[in-house]
């Protein structure tokens, strides 16, 4: 049952693999594209959202035994504004195809701590892939000793089988877990090109704790999009980052606004 989540372990490598849920949260700016064509690829679904803005991410979702197209897809844009020009201008039609278009509102994560050292992204997008479409996997070094595992499905059904069968082992190790707290995000435009995410660390580290901090880049090419989100530990060190600044980098002024789970001002926390 999908609401048993202490159940059997999942092993990775002979490890026990920890897994958490993360708080379900607004995504930021994408929209699920239904109804596709089934001659619509990646390319024409990008070729007709990137009149908008940046994306950074554009897919068709395809079945995994067949390689043929699920009929659906996903698009996701650098900031809101991005989004509510592609929502203002409809009907959308893709390959002769009228589509169906909704923004995505929910994200399902997994967060899966302490990996062993020779445990790779693949291997981690092998193992939890058995459970559903993976809208992402990656690992992050998050100390000189500590690797953090991210694993986001495209539905809650998902995610919750996945949940269901742990704990999780690797390489014979059981390693601790702890559940997701809340994350406040501020979104941050016009950044330069060389931008990394070590500035976007020094800039906004003196406001708090940072749980979360990447300059977006394009899948393909690696290229950075000019923007990145910041998340805090609170949401008050957030609603100050947001009304802070003015913030400059290598000459160029940022644009940072409040996630949309943040209140606009910090007279909210006085």
Same mark, same amino acid.
């Given at each position: ?6 159940? *059997? /372990? ?8 920890? #897994? ?8 930021? @700016? ?5 109804? &596709?064509?089934?001659?619509? =690829? ?13 994306? =950074? !991410? ?13 009929? @659906? ?16 201008? !409809? ?40 459970? +559903? ?8 070094? =998050?100390? /000189?000793?500590?690797?953090? +595992?991210? #694993?986001? @499905? ?8 996945? &949940?269901?069968? $742990? ?18 995000? #501020?979104?941050?435009?016009?950044? /330069? ?21 990447? #300059? ?11 923007? +990145?989100?910041? *998340? ?11 009304? +802070? ?6 000459? $160029? ?15 909210? @926390?006085?």
């Amino acid at each position: 049952m999908y609401n048993d989540v202490n159940s *059997s /372990p999942h092993y990775i490598d002979d490890t026990l693999v920890g #897994v958490r849920l993360a708080e379900v949260r607004e995504k930021e @700016f994408t929209l699920y594209v239904g109804k &596709l064509s089934p001659n619509t =690829t990646n390319e024409s679904l990008r070729n007709f959202y990137s009149r908008f803005g940046q994306l =950074t !991410q554009c897919n068709v979702k395809l079945d995994r035994q067949t390689g043929q197209s699920r009929g @659906f897809g996903y698009v996701a844009f650098c900031s809101q504004e991005e989004l509510d020009s592609a929502l203002a201008v !409809q009907p959308h039609v893709i390959d002769g195809t009228e589509v169906e278009i909704n923004y995505v509102t929910r994200e399902y994560d997994l967060f899966v701590t302490s990996l062993h050292p020779n445990i790779t992204e693949k291997e981690l997008n092998d193992f939890f892939s058995r459970y +559903g479409e993976l809208r992402k996997c990656e690992i992050e070094e =998050t100390s /000189p000793v500590a690797r953090t +595992g991210f #694993v986001g @499905f495209w539905s809650e059904k998902d995610l919750l089988q996945a &949940l269901s069968d $742990r704990p999780h082992i690797i390489n014979g190790q059981m390693v601790n877990t702890k559940q997701k707290g809340n994350e406040f995000s #501020v979104f941050v435009g016009n950044l /330069p090109s060389d931008a990394t995410d070590d500035s976007l660390s020094k800039i906004f580290s003196r406001y708090g704790k940072l749980v979360h901090w990447e #300059v977006k880049r394009d899948r393909n090419t690696n290229r950075p999009l000019g923007c +990145g989100f910041v *998340s805090f530990e609170k949401a008050e060190q957030a609603v100050q980052a947001a009304n +802070g600044g003015p913030y400059i980098l290598k000459g $160029r002024t940022l644009r940072v606004k409040p996630g949309k789970s943040l209140p606009l001002s910090k007279k909210s @926390f006085e």
